[in-house]
């Protein structure tokens, strides 16, 4: 299965590649009216000025049920309120299966939805799904995940550095690990772009240690359900325990196995993590688990639904159609994990900003 996301640019090198342009969209920060709808020229939250997005109906469509898009649904019903849009929709098809989610988009259209954000299944195939939306005059966001190649057909891609993260993570761990060691890294679908992505980050972590650091192994397609990552983890630890130092985990089911499986046997083998999920952050608070990554779906959600307002009222352009946009990811330790939530609502609203300032053009 698919997880969050592929390499895109950081927010820095994205306003470097689209400094040219015409004026930037103006920012604001004023709350919506009261009940909930922006009356005509209310200024939306951290962003630019939206005049009456009460025509404007946004689905939101990952690829498949997984726990990493749960925050997504009451982020885009907030969204409505906040921006006064005329209706929102979370929205999944019970299968990983790009063609059973084109026929939801479809759906979807029919039934009035005129933006879209989505989290393709296929990352080969679904650029054609993005152009057929296009087509129809309907602005689309990639989020939570971008096209494979260079190029993406949709409007936007708001979603994590995979690369980036799991580098991040590795570097947690190497010097939990005490600089030297044996590391395996466990994540997804080994045919996925973005899990070679995070092998990548792993990799060049592991090679800034000169040799101190060894990856004994590296585990793919354990992110399909919680039970096959159980099984994986724990024919791990009966084969390897022993020899094992650290464990960075680059998907969602087997950190929380990975978390479970050093919590239970007693290891002393240093488990970082990814996402927020309450057995994670409850294996910090007690020292099973060293570290976690968290990523951004509230920000990708919240910001993307923004931004696809202001398209489809046509009060703004992308700049650079197809651009990507890093939603940002953090490291959680014991030091922070109480209060880690706010540098991810900063970010969010360093990402409006920046797109008011750099991606959007509104006249």
Not at 15 to 25: E, F, M, N
């Amino acid at each position: 299965m698919r997880f969050p996301t592929r390499s895109v640019l950081p927010g820095v090198v994205a306003a470097v590649v689209l400094a040219s342009g015409t004026a930037a969209c103006t920012y604001k920060n004023s709350g919506p009216e009261s009940g909930g709808q922006a009356a005509p020229g209310a200024r939306t939250g951290g962003g630019a000025e939206l005049v009456d997005g009460s025509r404007t109906k946004v689905a939101l469509v990952p690829g498949g049920a997984h726990p990493y898009f749960q925050p997504w649904k009451a982020a885009v019903t907030t969204a409505r309120k906040t921006y006064g849009l005329g209706a929102v929709t979370f929205d999944e098809t019970a299968e990983w299966d790009q063609q059973k989610q084109n026929n939801l988009l479809s759906t979807l259209a029919a039934r009035g939805y005129n933006s879209f954000g989505v989290f393709g299944v296929s990352p080969t195939d679904i650029n054609s799904t993005f152009a057929d939306l296009r087509s129809q005059g309907f602005p689309v966001a990639s989020l939570g995940s971008c096209p494979a190649g260079d190029k993406d057909e949709a409007d936007f891609c708001l979603s994590t550095d995979v690369e980036l993260a799991a580098y991040k993570a590795s570097k947690a761990a190497i010097e939990a690990m005490g600089g030297r060691g044996t590391l395996v890294h466990l994540t997804g679908n080994n045919v996925d772009a973005n899990t070679q992505l995070r092998i990548k980050g792993v990799a060049r972590a592991v090679k800034e240690t000169g040799g101190k650091v060894k990856l004994l192994q590296t585990i793919t397609d354990i992110d399909t359900d919680l039970q096959t990552a159980q099984k994986a983890v724990s024919d791990l630890m009966a084969a390897k325990g022993d020899r094992i130092t650290g464990i960075v985990a680059t998907a969602y089911n087997p950190a929380v196995a990975a978390a479970d499986a050093v919590s239970t046997s007693g290891s002393k083998a240093k488990v970082i993590a990814i996402d927020d999920d309450a057995k994670i952050l409850s294996g910090i608070e007690q020292g099973t688990v060293t570290a976690t990554v968290v990523q951004n779906p509230v920000g990708q959600a919240e910001v993307g639904t923004w931004a696809l307002a202001l398209l489809q009222t046509k009060q703004c352009t992308v700049r650079s159609p197809g651009v990507e946009v890093d939603s940002g990811s953090f490291v959680v330790t014991k030091a922070n994990v109480s209060g880690y939530d706010k540098a991810r609502q900063a970010k969010t609203a360093q990402l409006k900003q920046q797109f008011a300032d750099k991606i959007l053009s509104c006249g």
